[in-house]
């Protein structure tokens, strides 16, 4: 692995973390095609440039985080979440990261899902700030959906809440801040897994190099989504995961 792979890695990261097209597929399949073997240092900087992106999730959204309603709704989607990861963690890291046919169907099912979605033209008017618990909670559920690669869960989130009638740029802020305590927890584990891993200081540039490049392509990302979203439609992410999904699928 060279700096250039790690460079690639955090824009592949930062670009698919917060997008509804499943970061997990992507960053699979572009460490196959760059020829990585998954070896425990690469597993290892994964996690920490999902770490990099999740701090722009913080710089974008800081204030937001006083917003004592706001902690309460994501705490009520959090949890259900962190309960099928921790319980599920062998099986998802082993099975399901190896299951290829797994993750294609995931992606093109998704994809279908959301073209479908779009098609029925769902009235959104509800705002984050309309959201009851009940509804938090079963939007975490929803969530827990995503820990099936290629599921995405940006993408299961806004196409959950869409249907619930909440605006799509407003699913996509709730699905970027429900990011914050879901990656954090899935990453510690992740760590507290890998605490024996040893870097040389040239693994330590790579890691440092990947997760700058996360936390500012993903800053953008997450900019340019919500903007998105104020105007176009989802068509086109499902078009992209169906023909992503195929590709992997025949590949």
Not at 32 to 53: D, N, S
Not at 154 to 159: D, E, K, R, V
Not at 234 to 245: A, E, K, P, Q, S
Request: aromatic residues 12%; glycine residues 6%.
């Amino acid at each position: 692995m060279t700096l250039l792979h790690a460079a690639v890695l955090g824009i592949i990261e930062g670009l698919t973390e917060f997008l509804p097209i499943s970061s997990t597929a992507h960053m699979i399949m572009v460490s196959r095609l760059l020829g990585l073997p998954q070896t425990e240092f690469l597993k290892f900087f994964e996690v920490v440039i999902q770490v990099g992106a999740i701090f722009a999730v913080v710089f974008l959204y800081f204030k937001k985080f006083f917003n004592i309603e706001l902690i309460k709704q994501l705490s009520c989607s959090f949890i259900h979440t962190e309960i099928v990861g921790f319980l599920l963690y062998r099986i998802i890291k082993t099975v399901f990261f190896e299951a290829n046919v797994l993750i294609s169907f995931s992606l093109i099912t998704i994809g279908v899902v959301f073209i479908i979605v779009e098609r029925l033209k769902l009235k959104e008017h509800k705002s984050i700030a309309q959201m009851s618990l009940q509804t938090a909670v079963f939007i975490g559920l929803a969530q827990s959906l995503a820990v099936v690669p290629g599921v995405s869960r940006a993408g299961i989130i806004i196409l959950v809440m869409m249907m619930l009638g909440f605006k799509r740029d407003e699913s996509a802020q709730y699905s970027f801040m429900l990011a914050l305590p879901t990656l954090a927890a899935a990453a510690l584990l992740d760590v507290v897994k890998m605490r024996n891993v040893k870097l040389s200081l040239n693994e330590i540039e790579m890691v440092v190099v990947g997760a700058v490049v996360a936390f500012v392509v993903a800053y953008l990302s997450m900019k340019w989504f919500v903007d998105y979203l104020q105007k176009k439609k989802l068509t086109v992410f499902g078009i992209y995961r169906i023909v992503v999904g195929i590709i992997a699928l025949v590949a």
